[in-house]
């Protein structure tokens, strides 16, 4: 028993006696806590027997293939993005479910000269100020030098370095377009705790008090986040399936498992869920074929050793899924575009092999899809986010998509695993809040609602490599994310 709570102690949830007894009881008790601990809303923290009943809904979809209920968001929400088009250049009408904003493809301008760096942090800058702003009244750091001294200050400012001092104390330097200030914050203060969030180059608001002479010491940090109020779009249409990380060409791509996939769309299987037939989308966030030369000793990984035919045989993969679904896919870093971000769509010398109605988008990208905003982004900085933030890990890559949301930025680490080019904005910045948050890259399901936002990693298709093993992460493949667009419910299907 005592083992049963300290699990989800661990996780950071508290299960209620109630929830404790039917969990005890439970037949299937480790399958049950699993399911659980792998799926509960991070708002949660403390589990009790409605979270157990609403898993017990889950229904046996296809042949054995388990779907599982996770949050039902209907009752929480503000909705900034709607799907009215984007204003940002490169607004693409496709047909009449698919609506492109904020992707790079063919509009690459960084020519990576010291100017491209200046602007395209003054771009960041200026994004996250404008999001700040509407809750903190900040003013401009120069002005802090002139008579401010004992007295509480508002500024908002870019991180260019957070560290601890020999006697635990943490201090940050910050900028805006007007001056630095740093800021003092006591290890035994009661935002110290909070501060161990501060990654370098993000932009947040700090309160505090100024010394005259461009210290503050701090009382409160304001991350730009995404507001209370946010509320749900319950106005979609359809059915959309989220997937990632093929990895087509590996030997540890899933190929069965995949065919089980096709086969339960393509209605070849009875389907108890009935969930099959009303797919409308399917999204791909990346790395569609393993590609070559991306990790050490990655070669004898290798089923397909050709680029080009793996992508032929990704295609065949798709090709094969029954028309009438808007097929949506969006590279990641072991797809052949360049590696810096953003990445622009599949080269036509690849989608030529797919079916003609499918739909190439850059990496990140804005979509909409049955009239519901999708933000898509393969996830590279989930790695940043899990060496940085405390707590943060493999296993539940969603916590560090909430960390993307907190700070409205997909990637806010400059120079670290992601290699961002300085474009002539930020295209990472979160300006328009998307109704699904859609990653991928670590290979581990993940499902979450964070203020409104459905927040959801598809996980992957590829079985567990030696170099993942040595890395110790643990992939769950063949999990499939599904999200009903009317009610923003979502459920995940097995299919390994
Ligand atoms: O990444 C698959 C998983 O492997 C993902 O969790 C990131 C992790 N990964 C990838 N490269 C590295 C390195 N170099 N060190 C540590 N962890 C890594 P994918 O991009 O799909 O191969
Ligand atoms: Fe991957
Ligand atoms: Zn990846």
């Given at each position: 028993m005592f083992e049963i709570v300290q699990r989800f102690a661990d996780q950071g949830y508290q299960l209620d006696p109630k929830a404790l007894e039917l969990i005890k009881s439970h037949p299937a008790k480790e399958e049950l806590i699993k399911s659980l601990l792998s799926n509960l809303d991070l708002a949660v923290s403390v589990i009790d027997s409605s979270h157990i009943s609403n898993l017990g809904q889950s229904s046996l979809a296809p042949t054995g293939i388990k779907s599982t209920l996770f949050f039902d968001s209907k009752n929480n929400q503000e909705s900034l993005d709607h799907c009215t088009p984007y204003t940002l250049a490169g607004t693409a009408k496709l047909n009449q479910d698919i609506e492109i904003g904020a992707d790079i493809t063919g509009r690459s301008t960084c020519t990576g000269e010291y100017n491209d760096f200046v602007r395209y942090f003054r771009d960041r800058y200026a994004k996250l100020r404008e999001i700040l702003a509407n809750r903190l009244s900040a003013r401009p750091m120069?002005?802090?030098?002139?008579?401010?001294?004992?007295r509480e200050v508002t500024i908002i400012g870019m991180v260019m370095d957070v560290k601890t001092t020999h006697k635990g104390n943490r201090i940050v330097e910050l900028e805006d377009p007007t001056g630095m200030v740093t800021a003092l914050i006591q290890k035994d203060s009661e935002i110290f705790e909070k501060s161990s969030f501060i990654l370098p180059d993000e932009v947040l608001g700090v309160t505090g008090m100024s010394d005259g002479n461009g210290r503050i010491f701090v009382k409160n940090l304001i991350w730009p986040?995404?507001?209370?109020?946010n509320q749900i779009l319950e106005n979609g249409r359809g059915y959309a399936l989220l997937l990632s990380d093929l990895h087509v060409g590996s030997k540890f791509f899933m190929e069965e498992a995949w065919l089980r996939f096709v086969s339960w769309l393509n209605g070849d299987v009875d389907d108890p869920s009935g969930l099959a037939s009303q797919v409308d989308h399917i999204v791909v966030a990346g790395d569609v074929a393993d590609g070559i030369?991306?990790?050490?000793?990655?070669e004898s990984d290798l089923a397909i050793k050709d680029i080009y035919e793996q992508y032929q045989k990704a295609a065949e993969c798709f090709n094969s899924i029954r028309q009438g679904i808007n097929i949506v896919i969006s590279p990641g870093n072991h797809d052949i575009v360049r590696q810096a971000e953003p990445q622009p769509a599949l080269p036509e010398t690849v989608c030529k092999f797919f079916r003609s109605d499918f739909t190439f988008v850059g990496n990140p990208t804005r979509i909409c899809l049955g009239g519901i905003p999708f933000l898509i982004y393969h996830g590279r900085s989930i790695d940043d986010f899990v060496l940085r933030?405390?707590?943060?890990?493999y296993a539940s890559p969603e916590k560090a998509m909430v960390e993307m949301l907190r700070r409205r930025h997909l990637s806010p680490i400059y120079g670290s695993r992601v290699s961002i080019a300085p474009e002539q904005e930020d295209h990472y910045v979160i300006s328009r809040l998307p109704a699904i948050l859609h990653c991928g890259h670590v290979h581990t399901v993940g499902i979450a609602r964070y203020k409104g936002v459905a927040v959801i990693n598809s996980g992957t298709w590829q079985a567990q490599t030696e170099f993942q093993k040595k890395m110790n992460i643990h992939p769950t493949p063949a999990a499939v994310p599904i999200v009903d667009l009317a009610t923003m419910k979502v459920r995940k299907l097995l299919f390994a």
């Open positions: 120069e002005s802090l030098r002139r008579n401010t001294a004992g986040d995404v507001p209370n109020q030369g991306i990790y050490p000793g990655q933030i405390p707590g943060l890990s």
